[in-house]
């Protein structure tokens, strides 16, 4: 498993499977269909959404939501951390607006 420090913390990382990609693909639609006022994320927040749903499926002992993660991710190197954590679980942008999977 790899391992990505992010602050002062540093968490286990491997590959996510087709089906997390479908649990936030849907997640996203969900997302979307919200509406004004309702308490939707941001395409910004939504990155740190799908780093946060893979470290706690890896690290099982995580419990923050989203904004404690936020909080706790510095912005020196914060693409570079990004960009890292996605090689290694696959995720990116384009897998989740391309529509895999869909008819």
């Not at 990505?4 to 996510?16: C, D, P, Q, R, T």
């Not at 570079?80 to 008819?103: C, R, Y």
Request: no cysteine; hydrophobic share 35%; charged share 35%.
């Amino acid at each position: 498993m790899a391992k990505v420090k992010i602050g002062n913390k540093e968490y286990e990382f491997e590959s996510l499977s087709t089906l997390d990609l479908k649990n936030l693909d849907e997640g996203r639609d969900k997302n979307k269909a919200k509406k004004e006022g309702e308490d939707k994320l941001t395409d910004y927040e939504w990155t740190f959404y799908m780093i946060l749903y893979a470290i706690k499926k890896f690290n099982l002992d995580i419990k923050m939501s989203l904004n404690e993660f936020m909080d706790s991710f510095p912005l020196i190197d914060i693409w570079i951390k990004v960009e890292e954590i996605f090689e290694i679980t696959g995720l990116n942008e384009k897998n989740l607006t391309k529509g895999i999977g869909k008819k």
